[in-house]
């Protein structure tokens, strides 16, 4: 613009007729007005760059809306899986911002065992979100049957002892590609994992289940109860006595009668998700029947009343009960135990848990056809 006065202002001193005069000056009006114009199209750009830069360093504001984002699908439900097409809904990006500055910033409480190896796996550049919307509990349940379901098939295909927490976070990992939108994702599946955990039996499981104060054998067994579902599913009470009595054979009718029962009136529907859910908090209060059948031969093997048998005076039980099992079958299930306690005494309970999946899962599961 500079270049362009001093050259009319030459140019006008040189003029020596009215006529040039007035074709200068109006030359110059439509310079300054070109000008003009392209000032106005550069701030807007600059606006624009502005509000791009402030969505993109607001505490990481972009990246963590698509990972809220992600986590709700086209069907509802959290279900993270490659190639789904989830869903962007624009008031979730208005909002985000609002939601932010309603929330305290991300610190999380590290006396959680969940958030102390949550952190431990984070990347040192990660940032943590300020007030990550947390998924619905519907939501989380499905996610989490979706998470047991994978491990399970993997351990169906190939008897993997990676732990259920390094299969999660890799499963998630898988899923979202990018390692910094996968911890985010994270992030806010455990935010409402703890929020719901005491409200559902198996998040309750879940969450014992990542942190390892839940045996690994203890959801393995639980998956029999669902494989089991597929052939016999529950929708009334008659067809939940034909389900106890394929899940419970050989039990006493008084048994069965008092489990039906108590499903009867501690139920407020007879659902096969109801039932799980009563599976599963039996099994967490160590009350479920396989579990206290096994517990009650387990006490009575222990001579020594120590609470707990070393890895070879269990394999003498599994002579006595599980001929038929596989040694891979049999090593498999007792990894997790024989890797936490080593040559040590380990308590009855992780061995009842074996025995368990052992009595449903003699088989090897490689052949196993539900």
């Known amino acids: 613009m500079h270049v362009r006065i001093d050259d009319f202002e030459s140019n006008l001193v040189e003029a020596c007729d009215a006529f040039e005069e007035e074709r200068l000056r109006d030359q110059f009006i439509a310079e300054v007005s070109l000008v003009d114009k392209e000032i106005i199209t550069l701030r807007a750009f600059m606006e624009k760059t502005k509000a791009e830069l402030e969505q993109v360093n607001y505490d990481g504001s972009a990246a963590r809306?698509?990972?809220?984002?992600?986590l709700i699908k086209d069907d509802g439900a959290a279900n993270p899986d490659r190639g789904s097409k989830f869903l962007f809904p624009d008031e979730l990006v208005k909002k985000t911002r609002e939601d932010e500055a309603a929330t305290t910033d991300g610190?999380?409480?590290q006396a959680e065992p969940l958030w102390r190896d949550f952190l431990q796996r984070c990347d040192h550049a990660f940032h943590l979100p300020r007030?990550?919307?947390v998924v619905g509990k519907e939501k989380l349940l499905k996610l989490v049957e979706d998470v047991l379901r994978a491990k399970h098939e993997r351990n169906l295909a190939a008897l993997e002892t990676e732990p259920t927490s390094d299969f999660f976070y890799n499963f998630i990992h898988d899923t979202y590609g990018v390692p910094h939108a996968a911890m985010l994702v994270i992030h806010g599946i455990l935010t409402a994992l703890i929020q719901f955990r005491e409200e559902h039996p198996i998040l309750a499981m879940f969450s014992a289940i990542l942190t390892g104060s839940l045996d690994e054998a203890a959801w393995e067994y639980s998956m029999h109860w669902r494989e089991l579902l597929k052939q016999f599913p529950v929708g009334s009470m008659h067809e939940l006595q034909h389900y106890v009595l394929q899940l419970y054979p050989g039990f006493s009718d008084q048994e069965t009668s008092e489990f039906i029962n108590e499903f009867h009136t501690t139920s407020v529907i007879c659902t096969s998700d109801s039932l799980i859910a009563h599976l599963t908090d039996k099994l967490l209060q160590r009350s479920e029947m396989r579990l206290r059948k096994w517990m009650r031969v387990l006490r009575w093997r222990d001579a020594q009343h120590s609470g707990g048998l070393r890895k070879l005076?269990?394999?003498?039980?599994?002579q006595e009960f599980f001929g038929s099992a596989s040694e891979e079958l049999v090593a498999f299930y007792c990894s997790n135990l024989t890797s936490k306690h080593g040559n040590s005494?380990?308590?009855?309970?992780g061995w009842a848990f074996v025995c368990c999946c052992?009595?449903?899962?003699q088989k090897s599961p490689r052949s196993m056809d539900f």
């Open 131 to 133: 007030g990550a919307r």
């Open 107 to 109: 610190i999380v409480n």
């Open 65 to 70: 809306v698509r990972s809220n984002a992600v």
């Open 345 to 349: 005494r380990v308590p009855l309970e």
């Open 358 to 361: 052992l009595e449903v899962f």
């Open 313 to 318: 005076e269990f394999n003498g039980l599994v």
